[in-house]
């Protein structure tokens, strides 16, 4: 899986035309100059000498260092993934925090007011593109009350207040497509569940509440189904934060992407990319893990075999 | 009694609900609302299909580009300039019609290219099973995994910006999305009995698989790709902000917001403006999607 991708990338970036000795030298270069730069990079090489070497030097844990600095890929990484990480992960909070009591709420009484007001906002937060949101909210929460600043970023070692501060509107930019996207599933999945499974009517049946049934019997079962979409919605999810870093101007991951992607530095790029697709595969792997966790049901099924 | 009457009364109506299901989980609502749902948003896209290729051609509308620096930074409702004219004279109104052009027209064809390409794959992986279908299943899934939009933009990077490359590469996108939606559709057909039934009286298997199985998950498909098209013009706008899309003296609305976003505190209509057409377009594609799956009864 992560071979496949990251030989993809490879192949992408190298089949592209442009090649990273004149992207780097700038036009004054003189092709002598090309030459010796491409020398001394490898960048001669034939492709799968390449991939050899990289893929080699990857499988005893080094990255590489960029073409286009001294600086090493994996000391790059370490700077900027927990920008990146934040992000997500003050993102999701967000998200979780939102989307899941207002999915109970929804369908503890479908079609009445809440529901139809928070499906109607659902639908316009699936259907905004995330830089109109960033660019409203910058209008409206930075130029004219002046609550957070439109661009910067402080290190949490800073100052979290600072830090939060820097964070918020991005974050709130990622998590609302995803609020609005889990919301209308939550919602889904909570009122099929209402009507048609024996347990709800069981425990409808002994006396429980229609507020605990949801939140304790039906939301658990949701849980499931809500964690393998997380899981889909992760390259997504890694998509949307590099066009929010890019607005924001937060030093993460995706800023250097950009950057990397235009300089043709592979190793830059290919570093990133591993680093997406590890996230993506253990994204995965926990989500099967977690599976067995919310879920009896398949814990029993894999023990009896 | 520890359960309040009106939660009994709301959870009461079991089997009416149920029945709903059938036509699409959560329940909607029925008659005229219901055909509301298809015609408001249907009809608002067709007014802005409309206004980005019909009203150009048969209305004088001033030219998109090479305005007059007389005429720069007009506010809205100016005589001539009904959204007023942006930092280099040009009328915002006709770079809104004009750049609408260029948003449904690649929204299109990348739906187009998903289509056929992969709903080709799709097929043919669910129909023919086995082997041929896990390695290809491997490969999307190697695409599906990898982040589209490092693909998407290497590929915009090193082609440069243009709108038919823009095309190609947000391609990248939607073939593997059709993929999935059509095998699924084809794994679920497979064993129907009409195409038992074909398979039995010897009908020839690409047969089966473009007349028998196509037709039948072209609903589903099609409302996927209202939901994709959606998708599509964000993206597009996406690859203009990162400077890969429509190059800036031509008009797209993804170019208007992010030239807009330099003047954001002292003219904020630059960027509210497109990114009004834009919400509406995503919004009308999206509720249209969605209430033609209700009413086709597809996932």
Not at chain 1, 176 to 190: K, V
Not at chain 1, 195 to 208: C, P, W
Not at chain 2, 2 to 30: D, I, K, M, N, W
Not at chain 2, 246 to 260: L, R, V
Request: charged residues 10%; aromatic residues 8%.
């Amino acid at each position: 899986m992560l071979w496949g991708v990251t030989f993809l990338t490879f192949l992408v970036l190298n089949a592209l035309p442009g090649d990273a000795a004149s992207a780097l030298l700038g036009i004054n270069a003189t092709p002598a100059e090309i030459r010796t730069f491409s020398i001394k990079l490898h960048l001669n090489d034939p492709l799968f000498v390449r991939y050899g070497h990289w893929l080699g030097d990857v499988v005893t844990g080094n990255l590489g260092t960029s073409l286009a600095s001294p600086q090493s890929v994996a000391s790059m990484l370490g700077q900027r993934l927990p920008v990146t990480l934040e992000l997500v992960v003050y993102a999701l909070i967000i998200t979780f925090a939102v989307s899941i009591p207002l999915a109970v709420l929804c369908a503890r009484r479908p079609r009445g007011v809440i529901d139809r007001l928070s499906m109607v906002l659902s639908m316009a937060g699936i259907s905004v593109a995330p830089y109109v949101l960033a660019l409203l909210l910058v209008i409206v929460f930075a130029v004219d009350m002046s609550v957070f600043p439109a661009i910067g970023y402080q290190s949490i070692s800073q100052g979290l207040a600072g830090n939060l501060r820097d964070m918020t509107l991005p974050s709130i930019v990622i998590a609302l497509p995803l609020t609005a996207f889990y919301t209308r599933f939550l919602r889904a999945d909570l009122l099929e569940q209402m009507q048609s499974e024996d347990y709800i009517i069981t425990a409808r049946a002994k006396g429980l509440s229609l507020w605990r049934v949801l939140t304790q019997h039906a939301l658990r079962n949701s849980f499931i189904g809500l964690l393998t979409i997380i899981g889909l919605n992760l390259a997504t999810l890694i998509g949307s934060t590099v066009i929010v870093e890019q607005i924001f101007s937060l030093p993460g991951i995706g800023y250097e992407l950009l950057q990397a992607i235009s300089n043709r530095d592979v190793p830059v790029v290919e570093g990133i990319v591993l680093v997406f697709g590890a996230a993506v595969v253990l994204a995965n792997l926990l989500t099967d893990l977690l599976y067995s966790v919310l879920d009896p049901r398949i814990r029993h099924v894999r023990s009896r075999t | 009694m520890s359960v309040p009457v009106p939660e009994l009364l709301s959870a009461a109506p079991v089997p009416e609900a149920a029945v709903e299901v059938v036509h699409g989980p959560g329940g909607r609502a029925t008659g005229w609302l219901r055909s509301a749902e298809i015609a408001i948003p249907g009809a608002i896209l067709l007014v802005l299909l409309f206004g980005c290729f019909i009203w150009p051609v048969v209305y004088p509308v001033p030219k998109p580009t090479g305005g007059s620096l007389l005429t720069t930074n007009l506010p809205l409702w100016s005589h001539g300039h009904i959204f007023g004219t942006d930092i280099v004279g040009n009328d915002i109104m006709s770079r809104i019609l004009y750049g609408g052009r260029v948003s449904f027209e690649v929204a299109a064809a990348v739906q187009v290219i998903g289509l056929v390409i992969g709903g080709v794959f799709g097929i043919v992986a669910g129909y023919r099973g086995g082997t041929l279908e896990a390695v290809m299943m491997r490969v999307l899934d190697v695409f599906i995994a990898f982040p589209s939009l490092v693909l998407v933009l290497a590929i915009a990077d090193s082609l440069g910006p243009s709108e038919t490359h823009v095309i190609w590469a947000l391609s990248a996108f939607s073939i593997p999305a059709f993929a999935r939606v059509a095998r699924a559709a084809t794994l679920r057909l497979r064993d129907q009995p009409f195409v038992v039934a074909a398979r039995l009286s010897g009908t020839k298997s690409w047969r089966i698989q473009f007349l028998h199985i196509f037709p039948n998950m072209l609903p589903q498909l099609l409302t996927f790709s209202l939901l994709g098209a959606s998708i599509t013009i964000i993206l597009e706008g996406a690859l203009d902000f990162l400077g890969y899309g429509i190059p800036p003296p031509g008009a797209s609305w993804g170019n208007m917001i992010a030239a807009g976003q330099s003047f954001i505190s002292v003219a904020p209509r630059f960027v509210v403006v497109p990114s009004i057409f834009l919400f509406v377009t995503t919004l009308s594609m999206n509720l249209l999607g969605d209430g033609l799956r209700a009413r086709w009864g597809v996932r």
